[in-house]
């Protein structure tokens, strides 16, 4: 799926750039060039076959193959094909990045470990209500404790004992 969006693209660019069709069936030496690129770049940037390069084109593998191997030698005989070939490139390269290989494999030990994250959270998560329902016990207690102390000791020894609690809580004596 991934490979036929950037052999969409690639045929997009190279159609732009040489003002063409390069599915069209023609044997002109602008459409030649336009796909000899086209399998160039796919082979040595994706590095796909050539058997699935040329279904994409409608051609035989070794078509693809003669193309590629030929490549250099069209390059040498027509000197703007090689700046095109790199214009098309760096257009290409920059476009295509935004298309990231999947590979089923590595997803599904992905969602392995994120399944197991997700149980060993759920198992600290219980821990913390458990925590959390204890504290809420004992809070109740001494909520119960301190009303009781309030109620029996006067207002100003009640203010010294929490100034002395909150220093003990705090470090400070």
């Given amino acids: 799926m991934m490979n036929t969006q950037r052999v969409s693209l690639l045929k997009e660019i190279v159609n732009q750039a040489f003002d063409l ?6 044997r002109k030496t602008e459409y030649i060039t336009a796909r000899a690129i086209c399998y160039k770049i796919l082979k040595d940037q994706c590095d796909m076959t050539y058997s699935f390069i040329g279904r994409q084109f409608n051609k035989n593998h070794a078509t693809i193959l003669h193309s590629i191997e030929e490549f250099p030698w069209m390059a040498k005989a027509d000197k703007d094909m090689e700046k095109t070939y790199r214009k098309i ?4 390269l920059s476009k295509s990045s935004e298309f990231t290989d ?3 494999n590595l997803l599904k030990k992905d969602l392995r ?6 149980n060993l959270l759920n198992l600290a998560l219980l821990e913390v209500k458990d925590q959390v329902d204890a504290l809420s016990k004992d809070n109740k207690r001494y909520l119960s404790l301190i009303k009781k102390v ?9 203010k010294r004992m929490e100034k002395k609690i909150y220093d003990i809580i705090n470090g400070f004596i």
Avoid: A, F, G
Wanted: zero cysteines.
């Fill in 21 to 26: 069709n390069v599915d069209h069936r023609s």
């Fill in 89 to 92: 490139l760096d257009k290409w």
């Fill in 102 to 104: 999947v590979n089923p």
């Fill in 113 to 118: 470990k994120l399944e197991e994250q997700n």
């Fill in 150 to 158: 309030e109620k029996s000791m006067p207002e100003d020894r009640l």
